[in-house]
């Protein structure tokens, strides 16, 4: 039986090994290639020259306050990961933002997902006080039902807001969830 995933987190570029944007990037790969709806879906099947450049860029933008990257390392490297970006402007400070929610294909099913929702709602109420956390999803593909079961509500949905293909148009649907529940009860 394989050890949990230990996770870690990355808030400044320096912090970050050199191999794992390179691991990220094959993980965001396989995930998209594996239909996940993460991204680069006009460009399936998509290559590691085309995911590289944005890992690296994500990587070269992170920042204590403003951009976090919460990897969970298996046995096999990341096994998934989240990127938590929060806001500088003090009227929107107190919400951060979720996106790039990735389980890599082989940890499916093994609780990854479950340890990354926990931690980066954890770690935004706890560490940097955030009230709230949003992200957005692709419709029409169950994923509203998947975040549901950490606490996370649907708040809206831009109809028709995605591309996907020519004949292939979605709603980004919006979801919400309030770090300060717990704390009123």
Do not use: K
């Amino acid at each position: 039986m394989a050890a949990a995933p230990i996770l870690r987190w990355y808030s400044a570029p320096e912090q970050v090994p050199a191999t794992l944007p390179g691991e990220l990037a094959t993980c965001w790969r396989d995930v998209a290639n594996a239909g996940g709806a993460v991204g680069f879906a006009q460009r399936l099947p998509v290559g590691d020259d085309v995911v590289r450049p944005v890992v690296d860029e994500l990587v070269a933008g992170l920042d204590p306050r403003l951009r976090r990257l919460l990897v969970a390392v298996g046995d096999d490297g990341p096994a998934g990961w989240l990127v938590l970006t929060g806001n500088a402007d003090p009227v929107v400070a107190h919400w951060g933002r979720v996106t790039h929610v990735q389980t890599a294909p082989p940890a499916r099913g093994t609780g990854v997902a479950r340890l990354l929702m926990a931690e980066v709602a954890r770690a935004a109420r706890d560490e940097l006080g955030l009230a709230s956390l949003r992200l957005e999803v692709r419709g029409g593909v169950g994923l509203e039902a998947f975040y549901a079961r950490f606490g996370w509500v649907v708040t809206g949905c831009w109809p028709g807001a995605l591309q996907i293909t020519a004949d292939d148009r979605r709603d980004e649907v919006l979801m919400g969830l309030d770090l300060l529940v717990s704390r009123r009860t």
